[in-house]
């Protein structure tokens, strides 16, 4: 049968082969192959389709081992959902390490930020939309990809508004947007956010301050767009320019409008889903990586919703 010999780190070798040889087990058994730990790496004895996807799902893994990041049954299984899928398995550099995916969601969300110049981040609280559209957005800066970094949400929330807020426009933002600048502090951290920041390369604002602008060479964040009108979804969509990319997350099941209906999120996807250069990623009550209990608090909403639903 043909093999492979894949050289890696002594803790990386103990991370692909797991406790008593659960993960190598897991690889085995979804690509048929044989994974064998002889010493300085990890053999592979298979077909060759079978090999690539069992060297990708290793090579993931690995690149997690070499961040420090712990490796669960859970990473092993995303892993081989990415493979299996063609999906690329890097993650994105950040300022403890790299992100990387934690769900088969996740990483078809990051292959779609890479490949198209719109993406819609559907699905609950806790899936990772925000944060990796974020670390997507950091990552063009630094590269000098874009120019710009901005983030916007419309000021709709628990309703309340910016108005009842203490302070100039600033000191009514930035609590507002403080989800935004925990994930950017988590990603950049403090000093780079900051110089970043009054250098005018990272802008965080509300979503009416977007009118009248466009925004070239710049990677645009869309946050909370639930809670978007339809107007006011076409206004930000076309405020893109030369050079310029476009995430938009929310979750159109928690529309804080006074009429849900007029939500532009769910109105934006349905005319614009299957146009080039659109990517729609979906995420589900399974790719909350938020503390165990948020996936059942969210499943338990949905049940409520579901049975009071006329």
Same mark, same amino acid.
């Not at 993960?23 to 077909?47: K, Q, R």
């Not at 995916?101 to 110049?117: F, G, H, I, P, S």
């Not at 009248?212 to 076409?234: P, Y």
């Given at each position: ?77 995303? @892993?081989? %959902?990415?493979?299996?899928? +063609? *999906?690329?398995? /890097? !993650? ?6 790299? $992100? =990387? ?12 930020? @890479?490949? %198209?110049?719109?993406?819609? +981040? *559907?699905?609950? /609280? !806790? ?6 559209? $974020? =670390? ?175």
């Amino acid at each position: 049968m043909p093999s492979e010999f894949l050289p890696l780190t002594d803790e990386a070798v103990r991370a692909v082969a797991g406790p008593g040889g659960r993960h190598a087990a897991m690889i085995e058994d979804a690509f048929h192959v044989l994974v064998e730990t002889p010493g300085g790496g990890v053999s592979l004895n298979g077909e060759a389709k079978a090999r690539r996807d069992a060297r990708q799902t290793i090579e993931t893994l690995a690149g997690r081992v070499a961040t420090s990041l712990e490796i669960t049954s859970a990473d092993v299984r995303v @892993a081989i %959902d990415q493979a299996r899928a +063609g *999906l690329p398995g /890097a !993650g994105l550099a950040a300022r403890r390490g790299r $992100v =990387a995916a934690k769900t088969a969601a996740q990483a078809r969300y990051l292959e779609a930020l @890479a490949k %198209d110049d719109l993406v819609f +981040g *559907l699905g609950p /609280a !806790g899936t990772g939309k925000t944060f990796l559209a $974020v =670390a997507h957005g950091a990552g063009l800066l630094r590269s000098g990809a874009v120019e710009r970094l901005v983030v916007t949400r419309p000021a709709v929330e628990a309703g309340e508004r910016l108005g009842f807020l203490p302070g100039d426009l600033g000191e009514k933002v930035d609590p507002y947007m403080a989800p935004v600048w925990e994930a950017m502090i988590d990603i950049l951290g403090a000093d780079s956010l900051r110089r970043r920041r009054d250098r005018g390369e990272i802008e965080v604002a509300p979503i009416a301050f977007m009118r009248g602008r466009t925004l070239a060479h710049a990677f645009v964040i869309v946050d909370e767009a639930q809670n978007t009108s339809r107007l006011q979804m076409k206004m930000v969509l076309t405020r893109l320019g030369e050079g310029s990319r476009m995430a938009v997350t929310g979750d159109p099941s928690q529309v804080d409008l006074i009429n849900p209906a007029d939500s532009g999120l769910a109105h934006a996807v349905s005319i614009l889903e299957g146009q080039e250069g659109v990517g729609i990623a979906r995420f589900s009550v399974a790719d909350v990586v938020r503390h165990p209990l948020v996936g059942r608090i969210v499943e338990a909403y949905d049940a409520d919703a579901a049975r009071r639903a006329p």
